[in-house]
Structures are given as structure tokens and as C-alpha cells.
């Protein structure tokens, strides 16, 4: 796996003061996912039950690190024909698989590829401001370099009613360690207003503050 060290901020003691902290990261590979494939990926995390509520026909939605592009096809298809799914990645693999299942289901045309850097998700230059009315990372802020940065961008894209779903893997994302994402996402200038169940993940379900 890829590595690199992400900086946060962390309570501790009893006067509840900050403290940084600096974590070890591992990214993810498209190699990786494979064995993880999308059959059983929907069986797992039931995405229905939850993108439902949150997609909806004719949105513009963002798929912030759509991997191997399973949750960019099911909201391409929950978008419907007038919709569109921005999915952005900064491994040009992933992208690739990404393009071919969406040629395959036949919503191309509603999917628009993005390839960012590991710190910078294009936002100004290629993701539309203020025009995103939902966004989705999916296993994915934990292995940002600079997570106060990754979330501000995230912030900017959304419309000022839009919505974004953080998850983040249980398996591999303990309690401190989300309770600290979510702070860096709020300190971002994202409110947090529910908790929805997603599958084998932490999930966090924000507004812009």
C-alpha cells in the first residue's frame, strides 16, 4: 500500500485541550479493491438504504475518491438522465475502471471524470463552486495529507443547502480517530446534523455551517 503522514488535532486530558498529533496513512490501491468487488460491496453497505434519501433526480452530485466507481454508477443511476455525478480520484487507474463501468451501464454521459492530486481535488479549476448539491467521500478522508483542506474544498463545491456524507471504515478507522476527522471537518465549515447507517462504516452526515 501507498503511505504517507497526516497531521490532526486530538483531545486529551482532562481540561479537554488540543494537542497535534500525526498519523500513519495508508492508501489505497486499485489492486486493492478488487477484493472487495462491487456484488458483494452492495450486499455490504446496502447503499440504497441510504443514497436514496440523499439523491435525487436531476442533482449534481460529487463522488470524492470514487475508487474502482461503484458509488458513481448507483448515483448516476439515482440522478437520473439529467443528473450528473462528478468522480474524482487522483489514481488515473481507478478513473479508467471508473469511465469503462459507467460506458457499461450506460451512464457516460451523465459522468464526468476528474483526476485531482492527493492534496488538491481541483475544485477551482475543473469542480463547479457552489453547484454540488451532494457530495460523498467513502473511505477516503482518512488518507488526506491535509484533512482541514480536503473538507474546506469539499465545502466550497457545495450549493449553500447542499449535503455531504462522510464514511469512513470501521475496520480500519477507530472512535478517536473519527471523533478528530469530523472535528477537522467542522472546523472546515461543516455542521454535523446526523449519523446515518452505512455499512460496516463511521458515517457523518454534514450541512454547510
Known amino acids: 500500500m501507498g503511505e504517507h503522514i497526516s497531521r490532526g488535532r486530538a483531545r486529551s486530558g482532562h481540561n479537554d485541550s488540543e494537542v497535534e498529533y500525526m498519523e500513519k496513512v495508508f492508501v489505497a490501491k486499485w489492486y486493492h479493491l478488487l477484493v472487495y468487488p462491487d456484488w458483494f460491496r452492495r450486499l455490504h453497505q446496502r447503499p440504497g438504504r441510504f443514497l436514496g434519501e440523499l439523491v435525487k433526480v436531476g442533482m449534481t452530485v460529487a463522488d470524492i475518491?470514487?475508487?474502482?466507481?461503484?458509488y458513481t454508477i448507483e448515483m448516476a443511476?439515482?440522478?437520473?438522465?439529467?443528473?450528473?455525478?462528478?468522480?474524482?480520484?487522483?489514481?488515473?487507474?481507478?478513473?479508467?475502471?471508473?469511465?469503462?463501468?459507467?460506458?457499461?451501464?450506460?451512464?457516460?454521459?451523465?459522468?464526468?471524470?476528474?483526476?485531482?492530486?492527493?492534496?488538491n481535488l481541483m475544485v477551482s479549476e475543473r469542480t463547479p463552486l457552489g453547484q454540488v448539491d451532494f457530495a460523498l467521500?467513502?473511505?477516503?478522508?482518512?488518507?488526506?495529507?491535509?484533512?482541514?483542506?480536503?473538507?474546506?474544498?469539499?465545502?466550497?463545491?457545495?450549493?449553500?443547502e447542499g449535503r455531504y456524507l462522510l464514511a469512513e471504515p470501521k475496520f480500519h478507522v477507530g472512535k478517536q480517530l473519527y471523533r478528530a476527522i469530523c472535528s477537522d471537518?467542522?472546523?472546515a465549515g461543516l455542521k454535523r446534523i446526523s449519523e446515518p447507517a452505512v455499512?460496516?462504516?463511521?458515517?457523518?452526515?454534514?450541512v454547510v455551517a
Not at 65 to 70: D, E, I, N, R
Request: charged share 30%.
Open 65 to 70: 475518491g470514487c475508487g474502482l466507481g461503484f
Open 77 to 119: 443511476r439515482l440522478v437520473g438522465q439529467n443528473g450528473r455525478v462528478i468522480a474524482i480520484d487522483f489514481q488515473a487507474q481507478m478513473l479508467r475502471v471508473t469511465a469503462r463501468k459507467a460506458r457499461k451501464a450506460g451512464v457516460a454521459e451523465r459522468v464526468e471524470i476528474i483526476e485531482c492530486t492527493q492534496d
Open 137 to 160: 467521500s467513502m473511505w477516503v478522508a482518512h488518507e488526506a495529507p491535509d484533512r482541514e483542506r480536503f473538507f474546506g474544498q469539499i465545502r466550497r463545491m457545495l450549493k449553500s
Open 185 to 187: 471537518a467542522e472546523r
Open 199 to 206: 455499512g460496516a462504516s463511521r458515517a457523518a452526515l454534514f
